[in-house]
Structure formats: C-alpha cells, structure tokens
C-alpha cells in the first residue's frame, strides 16, 4: 500500500515562497503520475488538481502555471511543490496524490475522499 505524507505548508506573505514535499511510501512506478490537488478552506469546498509529473512531462492547471513547479525523485522518494509569487487564492490544505486519486478528484471531486488528518496547510495573507 501506498503512503503520502505531505509537509512544507507554513503562513507566508502574498508574493512569498514556499516549498512543500511528499514522501512516498510503498512502490510507484518511477514513470507513473503523481501530482498535487488543494482544497480551499471552508466545508465543502472544492478541489483543485494543479500539478502533475508523470512521464518526464510536467503539467499544470491554469491556476497555478507559471508560479509552481513540480518535481520528482525517485530515488528518494520524495515529489516537491515549489511554489512562486503566492497569492490569498493560493490559500488552501495541499495533497500530494497517485494517478488514481487524482482521476478521483478531477472526476468527482474529493468529497468522498478519506484524507485522514493528511495534508499541509498553505496560508497567503495580503
């Protein structure tokens, strides 16, 4: 079974920086996708696939495209999200994901998704 265990989010300045990472657990393949989804504050609210890094191909949503860089190593385990001139709307709970759970979200949304305490918390204050 696969792990993710996400951490970098902190309280930054809009315009600020900052990095998140996402240690994996367990085996993927080192050509499978993986990405980042956020879900803003307040219940209910919807998620956001904004990056993905499968196949050596990087992609980004509108939202965040030309601000956020993602990476994977595979020898280490480990997928990064580094983020660039944050804004408020950046504001939101960060997901590291496998392909599947980003299908989930891009699909039906993540409300039936058991996130388990997991996650890291981006605040962007004006």
């Known amino acids: 079974e696969v792990q993710l265990t996400e951490s970098g989010g902190d309280s930054v300045q809009a315009g600020g920086s900052l990095r998140l990472s996402c240690t994996v657990s367990g085996f993927v393949d080192d050509d499978a996708e993986m990405g980042w989804y956020r879900q803003a504050p307040g219940a209910g609210a919807a998620c956001e696939v904004i990056?993905?890094?499968?196949?050596?191909?990087?992609w980004y949503s509108d939202s965040v495209q030309g601000r956020f860089s993602i990476s994977r190593d595979s020898a280490k385990n480990t997928m990064t999200l580094q983020m660039n001139k944050l804004k408020p709307e950046d504001t939101a709970m960060y997901y590291c994901?496998?392909?599947?759970?980003?299908?989930?979200?891009?699909?039906?949304?993540?409300?039936?998704?058991?996130?388990g305490g997991r996650g890291t918390l981006v605040t962007v204050s004006s």
């Open positions: 994901a496998t392909e599947a759970t980003l299908m989930v979200v891009t699909t039906a949304g993540c409300s039936t998704l058991d996130q």
């Open positions: 990056a993905s890094f499968g196949g050596g191909s990087a």
